[in-house]
């Protein structure tokens, strides 16, 4: 069974540092997503990664994948209050597109001054 | 484009009842995926329909959840009758085939009572 975990569940950082969420993953997919969730909102995709090594950034945040460590990893940069949000990583079941997601339990990320 | 809307946002019921979750995916996206997120847990695969044929519904909890989707367009979920545990945020979520982006709603917050 695909297992997907995050770490930090709960993250609790200041204005202007840095942290990153890690996402662990037990399956050969090479396809990795990022989303932020405000409260009562939709998941909005933050990033897709679509190959080994695969790095995107935007803004103060930047996602990569490494699939042989079956590892990514979405780094902020000078966190601002506006991060905060729950950000949950997912990979598709299997290694094709259109198939269901499997999710981490989620990052709440709270931004404070 | 509109986005992919879920109605109600916000459901409380008692158990024992029946509810229905609509979901209106993008129009002409093909695929259409209905998750849960029970609390605390990850947000979890429910089923996943191709136009209106259901492709994948291994993720049902029990024959208590019937999910339909008649011509295509819009899907609806009914619980019936709704237990304690079926309390969660139930999310859908539309892609166009061949295509690795999925736009999720905002979700349904059922509680039931």
């Known amino acids: ?113 | 484009e509109a986005g992919v809307t879920q109605f109600p946002s916000h459901s409380v019921i008692e158990k024992g009842q029946t509810v229905t979750l609509r979901c209106d995916p993008i129009s002409g996206h093909d695929n259409l995926y209905w998750y849960r997120r029970v609390m605390g847990k990850e947000i979890k695969f429910l089923l996943h329909f191709v136009k209106e044929s259901k492709q994948d519904e291994s993720g049902m909890p029990n024959n208590r959840f019937l999910a339909e989707r008649t011509g295509g367009t819009y899907s609806t979920l009914k619980v019936q009758p709704a237990e304690l545990e079926d309390s969660g945020v139930y999310f859908c979520a539309s892609s166009r085939t061949r295509n690795y982006g999925y736009t999720f709603g905002s979700g349904t917050r059922l509680t039931v009572v």
């Open chain 1, 1 to 113: 069974e695909l297992k997907v975990e995050q770490n930090p569940l709960f993250l609790s950082m200041q204005e202007g540092k840095n942290y990153t969420i890690y996402c662990n993953y037990s399956t050969t997919s090479d396809r990795l997503y990022w989303y932020r969730q405000d409260p009562g909102k939709s998941l909005e995709s933050l990033f897709v990664l679509l190959s080994n090594g695969a790095v995107k950034q935007e803004g103060r945040l930047m996602a990569s994948l490494d699939t042989k460590a079956r590892l990514s990893t979405l780094h902020i940069t000078a966190a601002v209050h506006d991060l905060s949000a729950t950000y949950f990583c997912a990979v598709d079941i299997r290694d094709s597109g259109n198939t269901p997601l499997v999710f981490g339990k989620g990052t709440r990320l709270s931004v404070i001054a």
